[in-house]
């Protein structure tokens, strides 16, 4: 069969990241090279960085088969995605995937949607096409029965458990070639991604990850990880692991495969304070072969804070976490959970402490609850945006009415937090000492674009508490 993909390019709405990052579509590269391996033919079109519509390209490759994937901020995106392929061909098979529809598929019920994708993306799209094929008239296929495929949305079907193996064809980074110098994470330029476990094994109250993987984790064989990261050219490696500081011996066998092996790449990985703070000589040795930069969830300058969360940390743990880092030349990218009830005091608070630790790069989110999560019945009678707006649930957007102060005053303390963390002269001069004139304009440039955003959220702020 012929098949399509699609990775959608986000609202006007959505405060987006993409302008300080795009990285590459992995769970698509794993779709394609899975299906071709069976004799089936595949086209990945990045919407990021395309300019031309959805209904030139199924023109353009008239498929069989479009399958579009994406996130909560996507949903209403991806729905029109399927609707403008059918409009071009009404007998085309649509297939929606990703971590929302895994966990809330029914926001995805569309008469343009054939198949939903609620579990085991990969092996779920194969027995589609399988299906499919074995099908004299496909586009006959209704969601309501097609029981056969075990992991597919079908409504008041109970939830099918996850795999706890993942014996799949590497990624077919060929697929995107034509968009791969366009690939980025703020510095890292030409950054692959590659992912070696799957699911969290913590249970942080704010986090969709323990629902995307029914409370499961585990993790691939490192010589399986190792052989994959001898197949890719580029330097610059994204691990996208919920978490990849996981055990002490699994990191520092890593670190020693990649020395025997001779693999000479620069990492960034996402990782808990509480093991970088407890595991110095792990991070040491793992800065020896290539570790460049971890996003670690700070989320609070507030013990208390963190308790609510179930984070497990403390600040005391978290000041310790960047100061390892920072001894061993090691970026870290703080991420910190906005309180709802938060004042003009707290934010000011945040600030000296981030000041004190000599944080440069931070990402600023909202307290958001996504449905799924276990505060969001909490939350849900204070929403000021409504849950069909889905482009709006991006963990920039302020969802739920603050306690203490306006929804203008929120974004306004928002945007002056990133202010004097990132565009003081201070933070500027690091930058480009350490990264160069033209990747810092360039991704002051990006900054200033999501700025604009938060200035528009700014002006409507009024109008946000009405909805």
Known sequence: MNVLLFRPRPDKETIGLQNVMICEPLELEYISANIEALGHTCTIVDMIIEKKNVPYFVKLYNPDVVGITGYISHVNIMKRYAKEAKEVNENIVTI????????????????????????????????????????????????????????????????????????????????VNKYRSKYYYMF????????????????????????????????????????????????????????????????????DLLEQKGIEKKYLIYGRADYVAANEDVIKRFKEVGLRAVIVGLESCDSKQLDDYNKRTNVEINE???????????????????????????FNALHKWIKKLGLVFVNLQPLTPLRGTDIYEKYKPRFIVREDEYEKWDLAHLVVRPDNISVRKYYWYTMVLYYKITANPVSGWYMVKKYGLHDTLKLSFGAVAVNNQYWKKLIEGEKCRKN
């Open 320 to 346: 310790k976490a960047v100061n390892i880092l920072k001894k061993y030349d090691v970026e870290c990218y703080g991420t910190f959970i906005l309180g709802l009830d938060w004042t003009k005091e707290d």
């Open 188 to 255: 890292h330029r030409n950054c692959t991604l590659i992912k070696t476990s799957f699911g969290c094994p913590y249970n942080c109250k704010f986090c969709f990850c323990r629902q995307i993987m029914d409370d499961q984790y585990f993790a691939r064989d490192l010589e399986d990880i190792v052989a994959e990261l001898e197949t890719i050219p580029e330097t610059e490696i994204y691990i996208v692991d919920d978490d990849f500081l996981v055990g002490r011996e699994r990191i520092l066998k890593f670190c």
């Open 96 to 175: 929606i995937g990703g971590v929302h529809a895994e966990v809330n598929p029914g926001d995805f019920e569309s008469p343009y949607v054939d198949y939903i994708i609620r579990a085991n993306g990969i092996r779920t799209f194969i027995d589609i096409l399988n299906k499919l094929e074995s099908n004299k008239k496909p586009s006959e296929k209704i969601l309501t029965t097609d029981d056969d495929i075990e992991c597919i949305y079908v409504p008041g079907k109970k939830p099918p458990k996850k795999d706890t193996t993942f014996n799949y064809l590497y990624p077919d980074r060929d697929k």
